[in-house]
């Protein structure tokens, strides 16, 4: 896995530099504070992973123009960081990227505020690009995402979320950005329909493994590991696969004392092992994973509308790194 | 007063009806919660005026097709129901056009995710139409915003605010909103660039003369007439021209007793008809007065680039209607 990570982050280092440039190019506040708060976030060291796929999925279609397209790269990050933002506040999340979350630094207000302005200036970045179907693109993950957000709210320490409901936030909250990224990568290459579409999928499927592979994560890493508190979804009563799948297969007993735990909405550590102990005695864990393994086969599938080329070789570098982070 | 609005309401009434239907036909949310929560704020009787602006604009500039225009016009009151809701939880207000605001009906973070959904509603609604100045013009709005309402709270109980300062979050907070629907009416009737130019100055200034009657409002008259507490502004720590001017001017023992009451946060209704009384005599209030008229009178010259017809009436008199709330 380390090797892994060091391969790719050796092929794609011009295209980090580039990203991170862009990134302190196109935040442009009229107003410190905004980029004080926005900073605060954004330059905590994010992978920038959205930002990187749609660079290299516009290298697949053959566009050459690195630093522009760095431009428009940066949309998927002010997205991402927009909504990070706003998860906070409304979690409550104390850490993020290893740090004290904005809110706690500053408030909530300030937090919602500046999340509002990394949503704005990701649309009017998006409208500079001045190509409609990437800009629809770009307001419609917005839109999906937001509604994601919204129903995993609704959904808050409810034992009866169904996998499928879970399938359908995930999607809207993380799977739609990636595909978004992937899709624009293609579209401002001009690439042809089939790879607009093929680039689209591989984005999907990475995302939606990309965010169980988080969410066993939870479970699975410790806090300094994670930059933030392990078993964070828990407590906030975020039900995730792992969970939801554990539920609907444990004893009875066993479920009450989950119950118990989840509605209580705070645990010990030797409650939290208690948990962990029953995510792998019914196979809560193993199942995330398979359904994780499933995806990422569907990601790297999704590929072989390519020739094969070191740039293809790099996505699917990425998919066995996010594979490898929940196995 | 009433006659003028009546007179207006006539006019327009199909307008609104246009309107009132467009809101309920693009809200379109795949999920109850976001129409119900965005459904309180957006149909608990607003005024229309952004939305009828954009629509009444196009119709100057000869736009006929006033179905397809109210699906356009929308977009604005979208955009400003959005900001409406984040507001209320960053300034913790109570009442919202009369009735609970969204975030007591439910709670702070439901509030912010719909806000979310409605900012992410507009920015895809504007991509609908294609037309990339269009798009540009509301993204743009959108980042203004945003940082104008950053710039209101991190001034909140700054006694030394100046009046630049207050024009800068109002220019942000409220004009550009007013600006860039005038000037998208103006654009999708694909006007000649004179008009568009008009039309936006139109917008710009009726929009500041309307946030400067609104802040006049909180100081005279009750909270029945407002729909909101009479004195909120203050007790959330905005200040406004007419306190911002008044402390200007005001003695030292008086600029003390202000500054006391504002950084207090709260006030006794005895106290805060001791403020009225310093705003009377130290000219605060007809100060306001005076500097929205000339907003007005600006408002109104814009609109000669246009030729006498019904429709420059219309506009003229929801000029002196915007000017006749604060006289």
Redesign the interface.
Known sequence: MIDLKRKILKAVQDDLAAIEQALVDNLN???E??RQVAGHLLFAGGKRLRPLLMLRASRLCGYKARGRTADYAVIFEYLHAATLL?DD???GGELRRGQTAAHHVWD???A??????L???S??L???T?L?EV??V???I??Q???G???Q??HKGDVHLTETAYLEVIRCKTAVLFQGACRVGALIADAQQRHVQALGDYGFHLGMAFQMADDLLDYIQDTAALGKRAGADLREGKLTLPVIYTLERASEADKQWMKGLIQGGNFTPSEFGGLLDLLARYGGIEYTRDRAAAYIQRAKKSLEAFDPSDDRDLLQDIVDYAWSRAS
């Open positions: 506040p009229h107003f504070l905004v706003h506040v409304v979690d909530p207000p300030t919602v505020l500046t999340g509002d302005y949503l704005a200036r649309l009017s998006a409208a500079k001045g409609p800009i629809s770009i307001a419609d917005t839109e995402m937001s509604q957000e919204i129903r709210l609704a």
